[in-house]
């Protein structure tokens, strides 16, 4: 089992196996930052084969269990080697137990600093695109989505957030269990622990309409009142994106606040990450805001089946910014599309949108021109044809992956004729094509 799932992370990601389910039992000790853990995985073989391979990065390995059987492995420096007794045959039902520990940290590589990061009080998990595996092993790859249950035992002034809902504490001699569970599959990628010093509750609506989908903070008692006053507008937010993008895909949507500053907020499911410095009542800020929640129907509850196709998250993420810019009476889609245009026409027109390469999937240029094909296709159809698209693309394909092709085929099918032809040169050519003519 050597070949690559995706040339984007080759080293990321195993073909022969697929991952249905993670049950992690993790206890965390935040000053020595040491994590002790046991990963029962559940999933069956695509093939057969002598080895199962997963991804683990700087953790050691104790015992593996297959199908409650001891077996014999070895661990490189990005991967957990299981060999079979015999063989691994397709299809074979696997129940594995592994035992891990160590000192978690960052990987380093590509995209700067990936995975687990000690904050100055706590820790956070920015696991976008390949640091899942430096806190547990995994199938490190958005085409293998999976449900979650993660238990973390820490000191009981901490929290503990993670993905889906909270479904119970338990307290024993000065430590607490936190466990949350996600019954909607989620990509590795956005698993995360978030660990503070942190008060939590519910986002309140201010001077807006409370939103019908329950918002819950966790941050700080510093940084309480900050937070609330700054996140408000997120009623709003989620009103408009609701209405332009369909129903909020998940039970509620989180936010963390971190006491540490953030160069740039981050995206999990069902909540999203900011920095102190995010809190800001500027537009820098709101647009930020307003990129990460639609990402939990742009990335998260639709996955890119491969890296190549990052503009399906970060490009529709981006155009959320200039729809909530539009719908809240701040400058429309229209102004943001003309001055970004401008700005992309005077830089380097070398990457192509539908697979711009590894080293520049998360380039500026792939958000901006991701947006900007989503409103040159918007200026061809009419709003009613384009919103209507983006409704039934998040419905169709809710919890499962998505590529362009997918876009395209759906797109046709609203509108009642090709799409491809009228935004082909924004999503395979590398020059940049003129903006289509407003409506
Ligand atoms: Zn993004």
Known sequence: MTSTLDS?????GTPGVRIEHYDLHLDYKILPNRLAGQAMLRGWMLEDARTIELDLIGLAVSRVLVNGRRHRFKQTRTKLVIKAIDRFVVDEKLALTIHYSGTPGPAMGTWG????EELTDGVLVAGQPTGAATWFPCNDHPSSKATFRVTVLVDSEYTVISNGELVGTRRRAGRTAWTWESAEP??????????GQYRRGAIESGSHAPSRVAMALACSETLWDRAQQALAVQHAMMAVFERRFGPYPFGHYGIVVTDDVLEIPLESQPLSILGRNHLSRTWNSERLVAHEMAHQWFGNA???ATWSDIWLNEGFACYAEWIWSEDSGQKPAQRHAREQHARLAGQPQDLVLADPGAADMFDDRVYKRGALTLHALRLHLGDEDFFGILRRWTDQHRGANVTTAAFLALAEQVCGRPVEPLIHDWLYAKPLPP???QW
């Open 8 to 12: 984007y992370t080759p080293h990321s």
């Open 113 to 116: 600093d990936v995975g687990w």
């Open 186 to 195: 989620l990509a590795t990628y956005l698993a995360t622990v978030q660990i």
């Open 302 to 304: 639709l996955t890119p």
């Open 435 to 437: 903006l289509p003519v």
